[in-house]
Antibody, heavy 123, light 107 residues
Framework: EVQLVESGGGLVQPGRSMKLSCAASGFTFSNYGMAWVRQAPTKGLEWVAT????????YYRDSVKGRFTISRDNAKSTLYLQMNSLRSEDTATYYC????????????????WGQGTLVTVSS | DIQMTQSPASLSASLGETVSIECLAS??????LAWYQQKPGKSPQLLIYYASSLQDGVPSRFSGSGSGTQYSLKINSLESEDAATYFC?????????FGAGTKLELK
């Protein structure tokens, strides 16, 4: 059974940093691209960033470029999101997702989702 | 960026009815369209990928169709557990973009 378990969320002040982690199990982590998707309270879904299966390629939405860094440790089956210079508009539940395609650099649907971790940016 | 216009925003239907939800892309997305179901307080669950492929374990009363810029999700014989919000996603190009969602209520 595929499991994605996020951690690291909480309350943070504007301008500060936070790092999210996602522990994956139930599949061969190094075979799949991974992504972070967020959802502001009572709002819709917003793609944040994607990393390829081997970590060689990363993609970001414009509003987080230069502030967020997605990374992965295939030996530990763990995905990360380093978030710097946080803003109030980054307040959301952040979901770790696994892509549907194996071994691809192309965009893919999100086949599995974690339970999410809430990040609140407020003074 | 590709814009995804989803309609209707909300929908009320009775048990046993059939409903459809539409997504219109601002440009051709070549069937790179997925549908998700999200219940309150839960994470989204994949229903359909590549416009019409049913995800493993999803009931066959869910089906997807479409091509080019127009896509739809159909739910046959509504059951009480289908009350949820439904989202479409285009994965044709970055940035991946979602529709705004359709809230389905059961009468």
């Amino acid at each position: 059974e595929v499991q994605l378990v996020e951690s690291g969320g909480g309350l943070v002040q504007p301008g500060r940093s936070m790092k999210l982690s996602c522990a994956a199990s139930g599949f061969t982590f190094s075979n799949y691209g991974m992504a972070w998707v967020r959802q502001a309270p009572t709002k819709g879904l917003e793609w944040v960033a994607t990393i390829s299966y081997d970590g060689s390629s990363t993609y970001y939405r414009d509003s987080v470029k230069g502030r967020f860094t997605i990374s992965r440790d295939n030996a530990k089956s763990t995905l990360y999101l380093q978030m710097n210079s946080l803003r109030s508009e980054d307040t959301a539940t952040y979901y770790c997702t696994r892509e549907g395609f194996i071994h691809t650099m192309a965009p893919s649907w999100f086949a599995y989702w974690g339970q999410g971790t809430l990040v609140t940016v407020s003074s | 960026d590709i814009q995804m216009t989803q309609s209707p925003a909300s929908l009320s239907a009775s048990l046993g009815e059939t409903v459809s939800i539409e997504c219109l892309a601002s440009e051709d997305i070549y069937n790179n369209l997925a549908w998700y179901q999200q219940k309150p307080g839960k994470s989204p669950q994949l229903l359909i990928y590549y416009a019409s492929s049913l995800q493993d374990g999803v009931p066959s009363r869910f089906s997807g169709s479409g091509s080019g810029t127009q896509y739809s999700l159909k739910i046959n014989s509504l059951e009480s557990e289908d009350a949820a919000t439904y989202f479409c996603l285009q994965d044709s190009e970055y940035p991946n973009t979602f529709g705004a969602g359709t809230k389905l209520e059961l009468k």
